[in-house]
């Protein structure tokens, strides 16, 4: 039996109707707002912001066996992407090309 993929499917889901489906949905042209300003969440912290007192647990993992840094982008990579090695150190390809 051949299977008409650009038809559209119909399950249990879909039984809901579009009168329920806009009370579920905010209106945006109503100008009233809830609690939370859903432009600017409470969580989201603006740039600029003074994070001074905040601390933050950064784990540094020291270079691998397999890895190198390279000393035009100081990215380390994979000895993989090792081009050269130049008078000021080691080169990815990225940077040598």
Known sequence: MATDYDAPRKSEDDSESIEALKERVP??????????????????????????DLELDVVVLPAQQDEFTCMSCFLVKHRSQLDHEGAEGPICKECAA
């Open 27 to 52: 209106d945006k042209l109503s100008g009233t707002t809830g609690d939370e300003d859903s432009d600017n969440p409470s969580s989201f912290d603006l740039p600029g912001a003074d994070l001074s």
